[in-house]
């Protein structure tokens, strides 16, 4: 089994920057990627994208540009980085693993709270 915990989310004005973590544990080397979502209030979840275990990166065509993924694969965390915030960026921000085969690795979790101000 998989673990995955979201953290780094907050307050912000609009046009700061964030960086939020996704830190692994358990069967970690099953991980092949980690895909981050997010979903705003009344709103459906949102595929952001995702990062490979090899660093490989894959944006949704709605945040390119302003957000990158990153990895530490010593400390088995992931990294979303997002710069010039917007509100409508305001919203509850989710990792989850897959393997090999696109299978999921774990559970949604409570996810880590971004809210933008105006």
């Known amino acids: 089994q998989v673990q995955l915990v979201e953290s780094g989310g907050g307050l912000v004005q609009a046009g700061g920057s964030l960086r939020l973590s996704c830190a692994a544990s358990?069967?970690?080397?099953?991980?092949?990627?980690i895909a981050w979502y997010r979903q705003a209030p009344e709103k459906q979840r949102e595929f952001l994208g995702s990062?490979?275990?090899?660093?490989?990166?894959n944006y949704a065509d709605s945040v390119k540009g302003r957000f990158t993924f990153s990895r530490d694969n010593a400390k088995n965390t992931v990294y979303l980085q997002i710069d010039s915030l917007k509100t409508e960026d305001t919203a509850v921000y989710y990792c989850?693993?897959?393997?090999?085969?696109?299978?999921?690795?774990?559970?949604w979790g409570q996810g880590t709270q971004v809210t933008v101000s105006s």
């Open positions: 358990g069967n970690t080397f099953s991980i092949n990627a």
């Open positions: 990062i490979s275990k090899d660093g490989r990166t």
């Open positions: 989850k693993a897959f393997s090999v085969g696109g299978g999921t690795l774990n559970s």
